[in-house]
Every structure is written in C-alpha cells, then in structure tokens.
C-alpha cells in the first residue's frame, strides 16, 4: 500500500514498476520494525551473514559479486541534452538513446522478485539545504545500506507533501551482467538508472549519483556546491571550534582527517577534533557573508583495508555496531578482519569471495576496495553539529592528493580564482576504489572528476562565480602529506600529527601567523610549524617539506597545459592567467 498521495511519486512508481514488473510493490517507513525484518529475511535468503552479536552488536557480513567491487567510470553516463554539457570528462549518451536501452535491459527486470520504494533524504529532514529522493530497488543489501546512509523514513513522505521536487532513482541488480551494467544520470530530470551492479557506489543512488553528480548540477542551477569534501571542526584549547572542508581522492587521507585525533602533545594543551562528514559537504551561502556546510549524508561507507587502532580509531570504533561489512575476511568466530587492521591475521577464516584463506598464501583475503557502511551516530568525535539543520560556518577549504614529489607539504593560495586554479590542478595516484592502474597519475581536480555532473570547465566557472556570493569567502589551500625521500620513505609522518599543519591553516584564517610568499603561494615558514614532541621530523627535512622549487614545478607545469587543453575554449580565463603567471615564473 502506498503511504504516500503525492501524484508524481505515485506515477513515477507504477511507470517503473510496469517496466520492471516486481511481483509486489513494498513502500517503506523506514522503521526499525520494517528494517529488522529486513535484515532477518536477508539472512534466511544467503544475503546477509549475521555477525557475533557479542562482539559487534547488530552487525552482518556480506559478499559483492567478484566482478562487481568498485565504482564503474567507464560505465557511468551524463545523458543530459547536449554532449558539450557534459564535458570531456563525463561520458556521454543521448537521453533517447540511453533511454532505450536502458529499458530493454529493465524490461521485466524484477519479475520474481520485490520493488522496494526507498524515501531518503540528504541532509537532515526540513533543513535548508535538504534534498529528497525516493530509490527503487530489488536488493535488500541496498535498503538495508540505504537506512544507513540516509535519513530514511515515513517523514519524508510527509515533507515532501505533494511537490514534484524530488530525485528519481530506479535500481535493479538484474542479471549482474557487466556488459550490460550502467550508471545513468539525467541532470535535466533530476533522474537517475543503475542495473547490473549492487556495489554501494554504483547502487546506493544517494550517494555519490545524487549527493555529487545530480546535486553538483543543482548547485550550478541554485547558486551553491555540492562537493567531495570532508567537515572537520577542530577545537583550539580556548575551546574555540573552526570549520573546514578538504577534498582528497579516494585513499589519500581523507577519513583519516576527518576523524582526526590530536597528538599527545596537542591532546595535553586541549584540542579536539570533531567530525561533521567523511566523504560529502553541500556548501551553501550564509546571511552572514560565508559559506556553510552540511554533511547530507547520516553513515559512512569506508574503505576497510588499512582502517585500524593505529591509522584511524574513530574509524575503527564506528564500526563496533550496527554495521555491515562487505568483502572482507570472514573469521571463524563471527567477526571480521581485514589487511592493516592489526599484525595478526586469522588462520582460520574464509576470504571475502567465500574460499577457505589462509595468510601464508600471500594472497590477500580482504578485497582492496572492501567497505565498511556505519552509521556516523557510533563515531566518538561526531560533531555535536552533525544534525544542526543550518549547517556550520567554513573558515577554510583544502585541497590535497598524494605527491612523492614537487608538491609541498602546505601553501596557501593567493586568492579565491587562484584557489580555484590550486583545486584544479589537483594530481594524485590512482586507488583500489576506481578502475586503472593503481598508482597511476592522474589530474582530479577538486577530487570531483568522476562525480562532476556537467562540463568541468564550467563547474571551474561556477566556483569563480560563487566568490560574488560571499563576502567573507574561506580561505584556501593544498597539502601534501606524501612526499617521499629517494628511498621511497614517506617525509612527514602524517595522520594525528596533520593537526600541527592545520594549526598554521586556522592562524593564517585568522592572520595571526606569518607565511613566505612565493609565485606558488604563500608557504610556512619552518618555524612556523610547532614541532615539539615530534623528533622524527628533523629541521632540515621540514624545511624540504615547505620548500618549492622552480625546476621540478617547470615538468609540472607542462603537464597542466596538456591537462587544460582538454578543455578547450571554455578553461575560464582567471585560470589560464593563474597558469600564465606559475609559467612565467619556472621559465
């Protein structure tokens, strides 16, 4: 029965359910009743596998199919009206196209199986900068992840009243056929088509499809950004509390920053840090002249291997309860276990496709990109701001990527276009979590090439445009907390001890510290960076680490040209004169 009036909802349902034709129609409440069932009925099928309830309460284990373990680029589609729209980046199908054949593979998709009706909304319910959706799906793994992610629940129904304003997605797992799986999105439908694939990015259309690529256009249209960037609040020992973005690609630090936890040096003194969001911030302009941020999302979906007590607790410890882990090693007594969580791995467990592992083997019993879906509630550093509907004030935003070379630990940008031309040129190795070669360089501008919606040029314009918005714009800057020795031995130790940069990040928004300023930007002084209680950073390699130099930047800006060439006529000019001045500067 439907639980809801609204007629475009109704329509939309009964067009989907008629193509896919589900043996029954199930509209959620989103009740822990409903959810329960769920999961109890996901077990008795084989989906689910309950975990010790001892040793993680309200937990489940669950296995991807192998050939459907990360997100799909080559498989994800802008079909908005026009190719140029969509940019080099993106690819690109006509509507009608896609559209048929699309329906030739959702044709009688779900025959056999349920339709459930998922209402979600990202960001807290009735907030400012809340955006609603509704997916339908035959996979309970989805629901049941969904629930997690997404504030999930009858009030949406009741929030959403009778508008039209809402996102569409329709998802099935279909036959898991590769060659047929497609992740579509409509921008100007507000649409969105995922079929064989049940990986969370590719199915929990939430996610990344709508809180990124169709909310990247929203913001374009609406005059605000949707953006692949962590909320950390950091707390300095008066016990003031200063607000910043970072976006790094995937497996370069980003979880790590966002549940951050101070050194013992900095604990001792009274800093906090406290996490808003992991992955995803809507940034929005303020009455007061800044941008706010809200985290739209309510869970997070982390990548499992390299998570431990050591790299990342906060991480760690969210996942002690009411969680599900997909992929990972499968231990004998109910409890999980994945490469990097600790030095003593099961002798005695089950891989993450099902096969009897043993660690001798030398085979890996985790997949590199298995995941971890918590709710942000179990986090211990989650923000007491994390439900705050108005959001949180940005003081700063930083880009980084993972440099063995050339890029210096930290510099500030010049302004906000050249802030914009710092996010541009983003570069860093390429991870278990998108297809390729890992380790491969890659430009990622602002860590959004794959999730941008619309033409990147243009998004670059839109972020140039965004400064007329806000009178009190945050500062920007990029770091790099992977430089290397010629040996391959990382420079800075990373992790906790980042808090010792973003000390200089919070002084220099509050310009009560000093910088060198270079035709980079403007760059730390060694002295400015406290490192007391950190010996195994010596002085001299400090100051390699906020050092620039001209000749390895000359290689460097070589490839930003090629890089911008993709862009063609539409790379916004502030841009290209930021290009211009670095140029003139390597010679």
């Given at each position: 029965?439907?639980?809801?009036?609204?007629?475009?909802?109704?329509?939309?349902?009964?067009?989907?359910?008629?193509?896919?034709?589900?043996?029954?129609?199930?509209?959620?409440?989103?009740?822990?009743?409903?959810?329960?069932?769920?999961?109890?009925?996901?077990?008795?099928?084989?989906?689910?596998?309950?975990?010790n309830?001892?040793?993680?309460?309200?937990?489940?284990?669950?296995?991807?199919?192998?050939?459907?373990?990360?997100?799909?680029?080559?498989?994800?589609?802008?079909?908005?009206?026009?190719?140029?729209?969509?940019?080099?980046?993106?690819?690109?199908?006509?509507?009608?196209?896609?559209?048929?054949?699309l329906?030739?593979?959702?044709?009688?998709?779900?025959?056999?199986?349920?339709?459930y009706?998922?209402?979600?909304?990202?960001?807290?319910?009735g907030?400012?900068?809340?955006?609603?959706?509704?997916?339908?799906?035959?996979?309970?793994?989805?629901?049941?992840?969904?629930?997690?992610?997404?504030?999930?629940?009858?009030?949406?129904?009741?929030?959403?009243?009778?508008?039209?304003?809402?996102?569409?997605?329709?998802h099935?797992?279909?036959?898991?056929?590769?060659?047929?799986?497609?992740?579509?999105?409509?921008?100007?439908?507000?649409?969105?088509?995922?079929?064989?694939?049940?990986?969370?990015?590719?199915?929990?259309?939430?996610?990344k499809?709508?809180?990124?690529?169709?909310?990247?256009?929203?913001?374009?249209?609406?005059?605000?950004?949707?953006?692949?960037?962590?909320?950390?609040?950091?707390?300095?020992?008066?016990?003031?509390?200063?607000?910043?973005?970072?976006?790094?690609?995937?497996?370069?630090?980003?979880?790590?920053?966002?549940?951050?936890?101070?050194?013992?040096?900095?604990?001792?003194?009274?800093?906090?840090?406290?996490?808003?969001?992991?992955?995803?911030?809507?940034?929005?302009?303020?009455?007061?002249?800044?941008?706010?941020?809200?985290?739209?999302?309510?869970?997070?979906?982390?990548?499992?291997?390299?998570?431990s007590?050591?790299?990342?607790?906060?991480?760690?410890?969210?996942?002690?309860?009411?969680?599900?882990?997909?992929?990972?090693?499968?231990?004998?007594?109910?409890t999980?276990?994945?490469e990097?969580?600790?030095?003593?791995?099961?002798?005695?467990?089950?891989?993450?496709?099902?096969?009897?592992?043993?660690?001798a083997?030398?085979?890996?019993?985790?997949?590199?990109?298995?995941?971890?879906?918590?709710?942000?509630?179990?986090?211990?550093?989650?923000?007491?701001?994390?439900?705050?509907?108005?959001?949180?004030?940005?003081?700063?935003?930083?880009?980084?990527?993972?440099?063995?070379?050339?890029?210096?630990?930290?510099?500030?940008?010049?302004?906000?276009?050249?802030?914009v031309?710092?996010?541009?040129?983003?570069?860093?190795?390429?991870?278990?979590?998108?297809?390729?070669?890992?380790?491969?360089?890659?430009?990622?501008?602002?860590?959004?090439?794959?999730?941008?919606?619309?033409?990147?040029?243009?998004?670059?314009?839109?972020?140039?445009?965004?400064?007329?918005?806000?009178?009190?714009?945050?500062?920007?800057?990029?770091?790099?907390?992977?430089?290397?020795?010629?040996?391959?031995?990382?420079?800075?130790?990373?992790?906790?001890?980042?808090?010792?940069?973003?000390?200089?990040?919070?002084?220099?928004?509050?310009?009560?510290?000093?910088?060198?300023?270079?035709?980079?930007?403007?760059?730390?002084?060694?002295?400015?960076?406290?490192?007391?209680?950190?010996?195994?950073?010596?002085?001299?390699?400090?100051?390699?680490?906020?050092?620039?130099?001209?000749?390895?930047?000359?290689?460097?800006?070589?490839?930003?040209?090629?890089?911008?060439?993709?862009?063609?006529?539409?790379?916004?000019q502030?841009?290209?004169?930021?290009?211009?001045?670095?140029?003139?500067?390597?010679?």
């Amino acid at each position: 029965m439907a639980l809801t009036s609204n007629k475009h909802v109704l329509d939309w349902v009964k067009e989907c359910a008629d193509l896919c034709r589900p043996d029954e129609v199930v509209w959620l409440d989103g009740s822990e009743e409903e959810l329960a069932a769920l999961r109890r009925q996901a077990v008795e099928e084989g989906i689910l596998i309950k975990l010790n309830e001892e040793k993680l309460p309200g937990c489940y284990y669950h296995r991807s199919n192998p050939n459907d373990v990360a997100r799909v680029e080559s498989r994800t589609f802008i079909c908005c009206e026009k190719q140029e729209d969509a940019g080099p980046t993106n690819n690109w199908m006509a509507p009608d196209e896609m559209k048929a054949i699309l329906r030739d593979i959702y044709d009688g998709c779900m025959t056999g199986r349920k339709m459930y009706v998922i209402p979600y909304s990202m960001s807290v319910v009735g907030s400012p900068f809340a955006k609603y959706g509704f997916e339908l799906t035959d996979s309970i793994y989805v629901v049941l992840n969904m629930a997690i992610m997404t504030r999930m629940g009858k009030d949406v129904y009741d929030a959403l009243g009778d508008s039209p304003d809402f996102i569409k997605g329709l998802h099935s797992a279909a036959q898991m056929d590769p060659e047929k799986r497609y992740i579509v999105h409509f921008p100007q439908e507000n649409s969105i088509f995922s079929v064989n694939s049940a990986y969370g990015g590719n199915a929990l259309l939430g996610k990344k499809c709508f809180a990124l690529r169709i909310a990247s256009c929203l913001g374009r249209d609406e005059g605000w950004l949707a953006e692949h960037m962590l909320i950390l609040g950091i707390q300095d020992p008066q016990g003031k509390i200063t607000y910043v973005c970072a976006a790094f690609p995937s497996a370069c630090g980003k979880t790590n920053l966002a549940m951050l936890i101070p050194p013992e040096y900095y604990r001792k003194k009274g800093w906090k840090c406290w996490t808003v969001g992991d992955d995803i911030a809507w940034l929005r302009p303020g009455p007061d002249g800044r941008l706010w941020a809200v985290n739209p999302e309510n869970g997070f979906f982390g990548v499992a291997p390299g998570t431990s007590a050591k790299s990342n607790p906060n991480a760690l410890e969210s996942t002690r309860k009411n969680t599900i882990f997909t992929n990972v090693v499968l231990k004998k007594d109910g409890t999980v276990w994945w490469e990097g969580m600790d030095k003593n791995p099961p002798t005695d467990a089950e891989d993450w496709k099902g096969n009897p592992w043993d660690p001798a083997s030398g085979v890996k019993g985790a997949h590199p990109n298995s995941r971890f879906t918590a709710p942000a509630k179990n986090c211990p550093c989650v923000s007491p701001e994390f439900d705050n509907p108005q959001g949180v004030p940005i003081s700063a935003i930083i880009f980084g990527g993972r440099r063995a070379r050339t890029v210096p630990l930290v510099y500030q940008s010049k302004s906000w276009a050249h802030g914009v031309f710092t996010g541009s040129i983003m570069g860093s190795e390429k991870t278990a979590a998108a297809e390729g070669q890992v380790g491969e360089l890659r430009r990622d501008p602002m860590a959004m090439l794959p999730f941008c919606g619309y033409h990147m040029a243009d998004y670059w314009q839109h972020w140039l445009d965004m400064e007329g918005k806000i009178s009190d714009p945050p500062k920007i800057f990029n770091v790099n907390w992977f430089r290397t020795d010629e040996k391959g031995n990382f420079l800075w130790p990373g992790f906790g001890e980042n808090l010792r940069v973003l000390e200089w990040i919070l002084g220099r928004c509050k310009d009560s510290v000093g910088a060198v300023e270079t035709p980079l930007g403007y760059l730390p002084r060694p002295e400015d960076i406290d490192l007391t209680g950190l010996d195994e950073v010596p002085a001299d390699t400090l100051r390699e680490l906020v050092s620039v130099d001209p000749a390895a930047w000359k290689g460097e800006v070589a490839d930003i040209r090629t890089h911008y060439a993709k862009f063609g006529d539409k790379l916004p000019q502030a841009l290209r004169d930021c290009l211009k001045d670095l140029e003139s500067w390597v010679g």
